[in-house]
């Protein structure tokens, strides 16, 4: 039985490792950019990146065979050799298909790199930022080492995925565009409109961004393809990159404005592999379009109508 | 022994992180993955009593915080953790409750541990916390964490007994 000695000395200590923590979040709230906390982070960010790609390794084919149980439900009663036998060639068959899928998406990744001038270092997602956390964020397997580094863009083959956040030597954090802290200027496709895309910070993974027009008398029509407008020096979003469809328009008379929810191209509830835009190279598509020549720098991409590649797509 | 402890507690700490964030996420539920970390800092609960609990949650709390991909102030799960660890190493009865007790501390510690973490991100002003959003996730949080209860804590507490000094044998035998 715990004497009063015990428990007078748990209170304690309980009470000195709550005003720390406290003491830890006062810190990092009132610092503004650099945060000592940030070094812990990056700490941090050395040990848990490997743990985190090794588990992704790890249940990899635990994840692939569950899928797998749940589709020879039905063949329970067949004898047990036939059963073993389908089995087995069902595995097989999913792998080849994730085995395409992945290179189909690959493909169509380095596609959007070479027409867009892009290099590009494609990594996999190996840990998501659960609900309870009430942000939106993955780790990648592709850190400074890869040359991966904060305010690059990441993509993958159906859009923009979002922006690095932090990168530490094995490892990036990825704030996804439907974070609720996100903000990515895009361009209207149809008319080359400007606007302001925040994400809802939705937890649910039916994540929908808000589209504020810089010109109030702008109206967004459903369907209307939105691509990154892109910024100076192409960080943290280089420009031309698909982001959405415009999915419906509201617009509220007292303040004059229209907020238009678009969807995303991007399934961020089945990321898988992404590509961080690294930097520029010369386009190598042989389009006739002669602003392709000038997408090597994203300076000049912002004046070009990004438009037609948003057609390209 | 209490350098095994140590050592076999830090590892129990980077594997639950790792496997909540990692591979946890496949299964998640509206995007609420199950609180493996707290399930550890209960059962250390349970079975060692509060100061332990309240230390394991601390220190595990800030890796959580500091693991990427996380992204808000650090020191929220610490904090949240440390009362965790305290409170229910309070009505603990000498790791002697059966699997519906263990369910009863999980559930409280889950629902205690995921409002403080919402509510001082209400205080602090974090993005993406709202109200409406913190009541979706927490009911979530705390039945997917009750429900891995009976595959994982007696797991936890026998290990977290084994590593007990001897002088406390009388209370496995009981």
């Known amino acids: ?313 | 022994m209490p350098a095994l402890r140590a050592l076999v507690y830090a590892a129990l700490v980077v594997l639950a992180i790792g496997l909540q964030l990692g591979p946890f996420a496949d299964l998640a539920i509206n995007g609420t993955t199950p609180d493996l970390l707290l399930l550890v800092v209960v059962a250390v609960a349970l079975v060692d009593g509060p100061q332990r609990a309240a230390l394991i949650g601390f220190l595990g709390g800030l890796a959580l915080d500091l693991a990427p991909p996380a992204d808000h102030v650090a020191g929220r799960w610490a904090l949240a953790l440390v009362v965790v660890g305290y409170l229910v190493g309070l009505v603990r009865d000498d790791g002697r409750q059966g699997i519906v007790g263990a369910m009863v501390a999980v559930a409280a510690g889950s629902f205690v541990g995921t409002s403080l973490f919402a509510l001082s991100g209400l205080v602090l002003d974090e993005p993406g916390v709202t109200v409406s959003r913190v009541l979706e996730v927490i009911p979530v949080a705390v039945l997917y964490d009750v429900a891995l209860t009976p595959l994982v804590l007696p797991l936890l507490m026998a290990l977290a007994r084994r590593l007990q000094p001897a002088r406390d044998d009388w209370v496995r035998a009981a």
């Open chain 1, 1 to 313: 039985m715990p004497s009063d000695r015990d428990s007078r000395r748990a209170r304690a200590v309980a009470g000195v490792l709550a005003l720390a923590a406290v003491t830890v979040i006062a810190v990092d709230a009132t610092a503004d950019d650099d945060s000592p906390v940030d070094p812990l982070r990056n700490a941090s960010g050395e040990v848990f990146g490997p743990v985190e790609d090794g588990l992704d390794e790890a249940t990899r084919p635990i994840e692939e065979v569950a899928d797998q149980v749940t589709t020879v439900d039905g063949l329970r009663d067949d004898n047990a050799r036939l059963q073993a036998e389908v089995e087995r060639l069902r595995a097989e068959l999913e792998t080849v298909d994730l085995d395409r899928e992945r290179l189909e998406s690959l493909g169509a990744m380095r596609r959007l790199g070479d027409e867009h001038g892009f290099e590009l270092v494609t990594a996999q997602v190996t840990a998501v930022g659960p609900a309870q956390s009430y942000s939106q964020a993955v780790t990648i397997d592709a850190g400074t080492s890869d040359g991966v580094e904060a305010d690059m863009t990441v993509v993958n083959h159906q859009g923009l995925v979002g922006r690095v956040l932090r990168a530490d030597v094995h490892s990036a954090t990825v704030l996804l565009l439907v974070d609720a802290s996100s903000v990515v200027g895009g361009r209207l496709g149809a008319d080359l409109e400007l606007g302001m895309l925040r994400g809802d910070g939705d937890l649910s993974d039916a994540g929908e961004l808000t589209l504020t027009t810089m010109d109030p008398t702008v109206r967004p029509a459903p369907g209307d393809v939105v691509v990154t407008w892109g910024s100076r020096g192409g960080a943290p979003y280089v420009a031309g990159v698909p982001i959405g469809r415009v999915a419906s328009v509201q617009s509220s008379p007292e303040d004059q404005s229209t907020a238009a929810r678009v969807r995303p191209y991007v399934d961020f509830s089945a990321l898988d592999l992404v590509s961080v835009v690294v930097g520029a190279t010369e386009p190598t598509t042989e389009r006739a379009d002669p602003t392709d020549t000038e997408r090597a720098d994203p300076t000049e991409t912002e004046r070009a109508g990004p438009a037609a590649r948003a057609e390209g797509r």
